[in-house]
């Protein structure tokens, strides 16, 4: 069993997952042999996280509940994404929001083509937020706040209960994204996808989302295809794995097109096997922090 998930991940066929992770078969069949895997060695693992998909992996602690608030069971998050794709009803602890607009706001920003990193009120005082379109906080991993969201036992349950087996790695993501008058074609160049795709980053993943700046359709909220992630025309398994307004609307109808908005500190879950994007934003800068779980 081990040595069949091994050769699943190995090098010599690492793009085999973009080709096999579109299909909702393939997916359930790998979550499968992986919740088997957690059943024949059962010893609870540590958690390991990376900085933006960058895989140096390192272990973090396990936490309790306390950082996370829901009204929602487990059960009830669980059954919202299998039908929906997403489920919301999460939020921050005020303390860890403020943790992490502390460190959004002073540490070290990166962007993409440029070696030095930033300061948030370095760029404002230079105008580079009016050239640039994201900006990523350097190993946002690091972070204790950001640990403990990551290793959560709300969330974990969550994910894993929808995953089928325990995730075993957790990327972190904490990044602006600013308003200006770029053009979408540039925001897609520079790593903000405004356009309908869905993600193949492996055999079977899930994402949690937090923003961290009240979030609505003017200032880039995530818009999604409610139940795309296992709703999909042979074409979009077979070719490209995105998709114009027109045709998203065309095909699955402009009541399944959902933007999803929110308060500072506002989280949801989300399968992002569904079609989805983010809106540029128009009146404001959006903060947000995306985890990553595989």
Not at 2 to 8: E, G, M, N, T, V
Not at 149 to 155: K, N, P, S
Not at 232 to 256: I, N, P, Q, T
């Amino acid at each position: 069993m081990k040595s069949l998930l091994k050769i699943l991940k190995s090098r010599n066929i690492q793009r085999l997952h973009y080709i096999l992770g579109r299909f909702l078969l393939v997916r359930r069949s790998y979550s499968l042999l992986n919740f088997i895997n957690d059943k024949l060695n059962p010893k609870q693992r540590k958690l390991k996280i990376c900085d933006n998909y960058e895989q140096n992996y390192k272990s973090i602690n396990n936490y309790t509940t306390g950082s996370i608030l829901t009204d929602v069971s487990s059960d009830q998050h669980v059954q919202s994404i299998s039908k929906s794709s997403y489920s919301t009803d999460l939020r921050l602890s005020s303390a860890l929001l403020t943790e992490l607009l502390s460190a959004a706001t002073t540490l070290p920003l990166v962007i993409k083509g440029h070696t030095n990193t930033f300061t948030l009120q370095e760029l404002k005082s230079n105008g580079m937020d009016l050239r640039v379109t994201l900006a990523t906080v350097f190993n946002s991993s690091d972070l204790k706040s950001i640990q403990k969201i990551a290793a959560d036992q709300e969330i974990l349950e969550v994910v894993t209960a929808y995953l089928g087996f325990q995730p075993k790695e957790v990327s972190s993501w904490l990044f602006w994204s600013f308003v200006n008058n770029t053009s979408p074609l540039q925001r897609e160049a520079n790593g903000q996808t405004v356009h309908f795709h869905y993600d193949v980053h492996g055999y079977n993943f899930m994402y949690v989302n937090f923003y961290l700046l009240d979030t609505d359709a003017n200032n880039g909220a995530h818009t999604l295809i409610s139940g795309s992630h296992c709703q999909k025309k042979l074409a979009h398994l077979l070719g490209s794995a995105c998709l114009s307004d027109e045709a998203a609307v065309r095909f699955y109808g402009e009541d399944r097109v959902t933007v999803i908005s929110g308060k500072a500190g506002t989280g949801f879950f989300e399968d992002t096997s569904c079609f989805h994007k983010a809106l540029p934003p128009q009146q404001g800068d959006r903060l947000m922090l995306q985890l990553r779980y595989s």
